[in-house]
């Protein structure tokens, strides 16, 4: 893996103090509870529902902005994300499912004594909900995520909320995610940026985003913090912000 000089390659890893998890698409699979309740919301606004398959691009980005872009604008925004809401809270959150080897690299890692923590664009409400529910909740220092009324839904704002809370130094924090707003969110608060392929983003939407490295699965995550090989892809110039 080629390593630019701002970033020592014998020493990324035990530097990383501080891991920040994405929720959908990197620790769990909400494609299920997420889809179906975007789906509602169109059918019972009486608005044409794309097949399930056709609205992956909606899991990791903010939901209201998802919604806008479905229904051509804001008019309707808020009634989709208040009837997204009633089918998701109450069925749509336990359709999902924790990724294969989530469990043991969490494991790993809260053993090695470094900080857990989730930032999600999702409400802090809901994710707090799911890490419960899968038993995860105990491998975690705390919980970020957007509130209801759509406060710090924005990836790179939650970060600096994040990290503020923490005290946590940036040059010391990765941001793991399978999305762009999970990279562009990291390079723009100075951490770095660890992109994985098994979610929802593409090699191409994560690099282009600004990943420094992109891991293929749970295990390449774990290496990758822990400083051993596990990164299918890595940048050319890590923390040069951007995005």
């Not at 309740?37 to 899991?59: G, K, M, N, V, Y």
């Not at 970020?144 to 010391?172: C, H, N, W």
Request: with cysteine; aromatic share 8%.
């Amino acid at each position: 893996m080629s390593q630019s000089p701002d970033r020592p390659s014998d020493d990324f890893g035990p530097r990383m103090g501080a891991v920040y998890f994405d929720l959908d698409g990197t620790l769990t699979d909400p494609k299920p509870g997420i889809t179906r309740s975007i789906r509602f919301a169109l059918h019972s606004l009486d608005r044409p529902a794309p097949p399930e398959d056709e609205l992956t691009w909606c899991i990791g980005p903010p939901l209201r902005d998802s919604l806008r872009t479905l229904l051509g604008g804001d008019a309707s925004a808020d009634a989709a994300l208040s009837l997204y809401r009633r089918r998701f809270a109450d069925v749509g959150i336990y359709e999902n499912s924790v990724y294969d080897g989530i469990e043991d690299a969490l494991s790993v890692l809260r053993k090695s004594g470094r900080r857990l923590f989730v930032a999600t664009s999702k409400p802090r409400i809901f994710a707090e909900r799911i890490l419960e529910h899968f038993k995860m909740r105990k491998y975690f220092d705390g919980v970020f995520g957007s509130e209801l009324d759509g406060a710090r839904s924005d990836k790179s704002e939650l970060l600096a909320y994040a990290l503020a809370t923490t005290g946590v130094e940036p040059l010391q924090a990765a941001m793991i995610g399978d999305r762009s707003h999970d990279m562009i969110g990291a390079r723009r608060n100075g951490m770095t940026a660890i992109g994985v392929l098994y979610g929802y983003g593409s090699e191409d939407e994560l690099a282009k985003a600004g990943a420094h490295q992109i891991c293929m699965t749970p295990a390449g995550v774990l290496d990758c913090i822990t400083g051993r090989s596990g990164a299918s892809w890595s940048a050319q110039d890590p923390r040069s912000g951007g995005g």
